[in-house]
């Protein structure tokens, strides 16, 4: 039974820092895809960023690119999202996905599963 429980959520000012981490179970963690999913109040799910098996690739969104990075730790069966300079519109509840395979462009539907999510309100 795959798992993700994510953690790491809260409430920073504008320009703040947050690191989501997610530790998932039930599945060979070092042979999939993990990404982050966010959903903000009123909004349609959307894909964040994604990372290969083997840490060595990764895939953000416009809005992502420059201000978060996403990691992971094989050996923890960790993936992490490190999000530098926050804004009122990064608010949301963001949500670890796993996916099989790698390809160019990500969207949601590409994910198999995916966590409970955490929220992260961002203040102005």
């Known amino acids: 039974q795959v798992q993700l429980v994510e953690s790491g959520g809260g409430t920073v000012q504008t320009g703040g820092s947050l690191t989501l981490s997610c530790v998932a179970s039930?599945?060979?963690?070092?042979?999939?895809?993990l990404g982050w999913i966010r959903q903000a109040p009123g909004k349609e799910r959307e894909v964040v960023a994604t990372i290969a098996w083997s840490g060595k690739s990764t895939y953000y969104e416009d809005f992502a690119r420059g201000r978060f990075a996403i990691s992971r730790d094989n050996a923890k069966n960790t993936v992490y999202l490190q999000m530098n300079d926050l804004k009122p519109e990064d608010t949301a509840v963001y949500y670890c996905?796993?996916?099989?395979?790698?390809?160019?462009?990500?969207?949601?539907?590409?994910?198999?599963?995916r966590g409970q999510g955490t929220q992260v309100t961002v203040s102005s």
């Open positions: 996905a796993v996916a099989a395979g790698w390809g160019g462009r990500w969207t949601t539907s590409d994910f198999q599963a």
């Open positions: 039930g599945f060979t963690f070092s042979t999939y895809t």
